[in-house]
């Protein structure tokens, strides 16, 4: 940022004095730390860390207009450099104390994709990939995260922009089911990856492109079955408050919207799923003590609300095999009371 104010803002001259004087420096001894790493020695990865730092750094700001120009200096320059974004997310073993530099590489990326859709397949392809290759991509789904909240798109672009964010989620889905046994064992995964859906379903005004990409991601009734299955899992054993409010935030927004009445296969997806969700629910209400502090009784409160408004014949049948599912945790007059209420 300093050397570009000396500049006067000449982007164009910033980048080519970087890409022929600092970043070839900077190349070097990232393939020196790479070396170190496949060798098995410890690799404190400064060269790679700041590499990445770099191309932040030539990023306009979040408020200038974002980048459509494939011949940009900055997106020649990211180009120049893609080889080692790619190796640091999917070939290069991390640093088992910082995780680096993956976490340098895909903040980076969270940061520039929004500011450079112009890039945005290769950078999806490239975060789909690194979740397939990572047991625990915590760092990924953030910068998924990222990429998908703060890409803003135009009504020409939305649709297309659309399909590439609902094929991204729908792979991440599949990546994570794969190994959920050790999803479910990490609450900051989890977090993440709760976390990416809640912005990918977000259904306000600011809902991502155009609010296109909702109705894509619950169109596909497989994932959504995966999303619920895992979420039904994880919500009754997690320790992590934070994460729990993420999960039933994801919730809430999966339950509520036009499309529960608009979608059929979406509405009959939810409606076998009732029962589990009540199981959960009431099992994380009866074990764990986050359940009773106010963010999370809120929201648990609002998914009971959701699904009671959405499904009024299903929800009470699905709401007394929740509380059958205590026996042996809460006493029979205990249980009685809740679908009293």
């Known amino acids: 940022r300093a050397r570009r104010d000396v500049m006067g803002g000449n982007v164009g001259s910033l980048c080519q004095g970087l890409g022929s004087q600092v970043l070839p420096l900077l190349r070097q001894g990232t393939d020196v730390e790479a070396s170190k790493a496949a060798a098995g020695a410890v690799s404190d990865w400064h060269a790679g860390q700041t590499l990445f730092a ?17 011949a940009h200096p900055v997106v020649v320059l990211w180009g120049d450099q893609w080889t080692y974004l790619e190796a640091a997310l999917t070939k290069w073993w991390p640093s088992p104390a910082m995780d680096e530099p993956l976490t340098s590489a895909a903040e980076t990326i969270g940061v520039g994709a929004p500011l450079l859709p112009v890039l945005l397949p290769e950078i999806l392809k490239l975060l789909c990939e690194s979740v397939r290759l990572h047991q625990l991509p915590e760092a990924q789904l953030k910068a998924l995260r990222e990429t998908i909240w703060k890409t ?10 659309a399909e590439l964010f609902m094929a991204a989620v729908d792979s991440v889905i599949c990546s994570l089911v794969d190994r959920r046994v050790d999803v479910l064992l990490a609450p900051p995964v989890l977090s993440a990856f709760f976390g990416m859906l ?14 296109l990409l909702r109705p894509l991601i619950l169109s596909r009734t497989a994932a959504i079955r995966k999303v619920l299955r895992m979420l039904c899992e994880a919500l009754p054993v997690c320790n992590s408050q934070a994460t729990v409010e993420q999960m039933l935030r ?24 009732l029962p589990s969700i009540c199981a959960a629910l009431c099992r994380g209400l009866a074990t764990q003590e986050h359940f009773a502090t106010w963010e999370c009784f809120v929201d648990a409160a609002e998914l009971i609300y959701r699904i009671a408004d959405g499904f009024p014949q299903d929800f009470p049948p699905a709401l007394v095999t929740g509380t059958e599912s205590l026996d042996g945790l809460v006493p029979s007059w205990s249980r009685s009371q809740l679908p009293k209420h």
């Open 152 to 161: 803003q798109c135009l009504p020409a672009d939305a649709a297309r922009a």
């Open 198 to 211: 809640s912005s990918a379903l977000n259904n306000t005004k600011r809902s991502p492109c155009c609010g």
């Open 54 to 70: 770099v191309l932040k750094a030539v990023l306009p700001l979040s408020t200038d207009q974002p980048i459509t120009d494939a």
């Open 250 to 273: 994801c919730a809430v927004l999966l339950f509520g919207g036009q499309e529960v009445t608009g979608l059929p296969m979406y509405r009959a997806v939810l409606a076998e799923s």
